[in-house]
């Protein structure tokens, strides 16, 4: 039976670089067609670097693409492992003209290299006509945008491989896709192929993340334990001709592949368990069974699928404006009273120089995750006189210089604060924020060419 070998080298844009060396190794002892993937692409990747590009701050393509490529371009040419990702993000075309740029540095001047471009909503629409549609997820859409983009499915990266590319870059596609691309290409699946579109997806959805599926953001001493983290392995999937996936590991690596972690990234972002819409296939995982095949190895079936649904989903993102943050540290014996006085202070001042934008407070050591923007929660809370703990003020704005000085009376709590305050630091960087819309299968204009 015919079997495929897909291996996830990185789960998000700036997850370790080093990784894909063992799956490389194990990928050249597979008998049959082998790819390297990369999922880099989150949805504040993409918006960040589209309001980079927007800024001229960036190339908007993925600040990663040089550090992931680069190691694994020539062994995996040499090896015939192919290798897919969307580290295009915003800018798919200029992934590739780089890539070409890496690929003959390295002497690979014959390599293959495809881009599937098309997931940009505004070169197919008006701003104003996504303006105004309704969002189902995210923030109210204001204008002007910084982009939008659209998931694409598996069948243009499946196109791309047709191609005979040896590289495959995209922007905004499912992170299944880049799995189930590959699935399509070598088993000639049909869009009707439920069956199998399933298993692909499945098997991409477990791969996406990377080594969540193999121990990493799994464990949780001593209750769950995983060996040798420091070290932990990356995912490799084996998606045989009859629907079958098993997730395994390379030899040798730290981390583990267990039931328990296998179930546990099935369940990962699934709204719907019977009905995880991708543009590909809705796929049903209630029926799914999870069994244990060996060490480090094991097998998932039953995974079932229905018609993908009429419509895609597109990011939408927008300029949010810049975050500014700064914060002072207080230790020692009733370092939580001084901690307050030191916001007490700050609330103050900021009233006195008539701050206008919102400012939220912290004391991380004591409360931040589950605070609220005013404090209540970590004001309700059992009061520890002494501490390690560190005030963070925060502030989003569209005028650099109101932040800047929030940031500078924090600063001067070195003199004009409560006692013992130290370590100070600040930043400023820009943000946005995102909303999701539905839009018709037919707007994008995808296209598929080799570089």
Not at 221 to 243: C, H, M, Q, R, T
Not at 434 to 448: C, E, G, H, I, Q
């Amino acid at each position: 039976m015919k079997t495929i070998y897909v291996a996830c080298g990185a789960g998000f844009g700036g997850d370790r670089f080093d990784a894909s060396g063992p799956l490389i190794d194990h990928l050249s002892g597979c008998d049959g067609p082998r790819y390297l993937i990369f999922e880099t692409l989150a949805e504040r990747t993409l918006a960040i670097a589209q309001n980079q590009m927007l800024r001229g701050e960036g190339p908007g393509y993925s600040e990663f693409l040089e550090r992931y490529l680069k190691p694994v371009l020539k062994p995996c040419h040499e090896a015939g492992i192919r290798v897919i990702s969307n580290l295009g993000a915003a800018n798919v075309a200029g992934a590739g003209a780089r890539t070409r740029e890496l690929a003959d540095e390295l002497g690979l001047s014959g390599l293959k290299i495809a881009v599937v471009e098309g997931d940009d909503l505004l070169s197919v629409t008006s701003e104003e006509a996504i303006a105004n549609m309704q969002p189902v997820e995210g923030t109210k859409i204001e204008r002007p945008l910084v982009g939008a983009n659209v998931y694409l499915g598996a069948r243009p990266i499946a196109a791309a491989l047709d191609l005979g590319a040896q590289v495959v870059l995209t922007g905004r596609c499912t992170d299944a896709a880049l799995t189930l691309g590959p699935v399509v290409h070598e088993f000639g699946l049909a869009e009707d192929d439920l069956h199998m579109l399933a298993a692909g997806t499945t098997a991409g959805h477990l791969l996406e993340c990377g080594p969540q599926v193999t121990g990493a953001y799994f464990a949780d001493p001593p209750f769950k334990s995983v060996p040798d983290l420091a070290n932990v392995g990356y995912p490799v999937g084996e998606i045989g001709a009859d629907g079958s996936v098993v997730i395994t590991k390379p030899e040798g690596t730290g981390g583990l592949v267990s039931e328990a972690t296998v179930k546990e990234q099935i369940l990962y972002e699934m709204h719907d368990p019977a009905n995880y819409l991708t543009p590909d296939v809705t796929l049903d995982v209630t029926g799914v069974r999870v069994a244990q095949a060996g060490p480090d190895r094991v097998r998932v079936s039953g995974a079932q699928g229905k018609p993908p649904p009429p419509t895609l989903k597109a990011t939408v993102s927008m300029d949010a404006g810049f975050l500014g943050e700064a914060e002072m540290s207080y230790a020692g014996p009733n370092a939580r009273a001084r901690a307050e006085l030191a916001i007490e202070v700050l609330r103050q001042r900021f009233q006195r120089l008539a701050i206008s934008c919102p400012v939220r407070f912290d004391i991380m050591g004591v409360m931040s995750v589950f605070d609220d923007d005013d404090g209540t929660l970590r004001a309700n809370s059992e009061r520890e006189p002494d501490g390690d703990l560190r005030v963070r003020v925060a502030a989003r704005s569209d005028d650099k210089q109101e932040l800047e000085r929030i940031a500078l009376e924090v600063y001067s709590l070195w003199v004009t604060g409560p006692a013992g305050g130290a370590g100070f630091r600040k930043s400023l960087s820009s943000k946005v924020k995102t909303a999701s819309v539905l839009v018709d299968r037919s707007l994008p204009n995808v296209t598929v060419r080799l570089v």
